[in-house]
Structures are given as structure tokens and as C-alpha cells.
């Protein structure tokens, strides 16, 4: 499985972005079910789930994007979403997706994430 996360990019305080990842590979009988998320690891510090939504789209959210992040998904299309609106420069980060195990656990190897930088 190939996971290809796009739509990064600088944005001053207080906009938005829109971020789309892809999975390819032989998986669509697999991709519907799995719970996916959207990762975000900023400078020096460890990754972290920001947003997760399961296969019958409940969502979950880490507490500082709560209210301005929006996670979907395209089981069709095998892409998750995450739509981030009220940017502020803690959301700087590179930011992944993956699919994880209840318990947490990532499943798939990373892709190369995208690059999100929010100036002030």
C-alpha cells in the first residue's frame, strides 16, 4: 500500500487548507473498513493523531483542532480528507494519514506526508 498525502502549503494565521491522501495499491476490499487517520508531527516533537474517522465515518479529534479541523472520507476513491479552517502556527507540522487498529496501532508503512506551515 502506497499512501500519497497533497494539498500542503503555506497559509498566513487564519486560513485554510484542504488535505487529500490517496492509498493505492490492492486494497479496496480492505480500504472501506479501516479506521483512518490523519497524523500530524511538527518540529521536533513526536507524531500524533490529529483527526480519525472509522469505517462507518465517526470521526474523533485530538482537543486543539476540535471545531476547526473536519476529517471524510471516499471509500470509492480510497482518499481521506482533512479540511482545516482557523489555521494558527501550532498546526505547523507535516502532516500523514494511515489506517489504524483499534488499539492505536498504525497499519500501513508511511508515505512522505505534506508539509503545512501557518506564519503569524
Known amino acids: 500500500v502506497q499512501l500519497q498525502a497533497s494539498g500542503g502549503g503555506l497559509v498566513q494565521a487564519g486560513g485554510s487548507l484542504r488535505l487529500s491522501c490517496v492509498a493505492s495499491?490492492?486494497?479496496?476490499?480492505?480500504?472501506?473498513?479501516?479506521?483512518m487517520g490523519w497524523y500530524r508531527q511538527p518540529p521536533g516533537k513526536e507524531r500524533e493523531l490529529a483527526a480519525g474517522?472509522?469505517?462507518?465515518?465517526?470521526?474523533t479529534y485530538e482537543e486543539s483542532v476540535k471545531g476547526r479541523f473536519t476529517i471524510s472520507r471516499d471509500n470509492s476513491r480510497k482518499t481521506v480528507y482533512l479540511q482545516m479552517n482557523s489555521l494558527n502556527p501550532e498546526d505547523t507540522a507535516f502532516y500523514y494519514c494511515?489506517?489504524?487498529?483499534?488499539?492505536?496501532?498504525?497499519?500501513?508503512?508511511w508515505g512522505q506526508g505534506t508539509q503545512v506551515t501557518v506564519s503569524s
Open positions: 494511515n489506517a489504524y487498529s483499534p488499539d492505536g496501532t498504525v497499519v500501513w508503512t
Open positions: 474517522i472509522t469505517g462507518d465515518g465517526e470521526t
Open positions: 495499491g490492492s486494497i479496496f476490499s480492505v480500504f472501506r473498513p479501516k479506521n
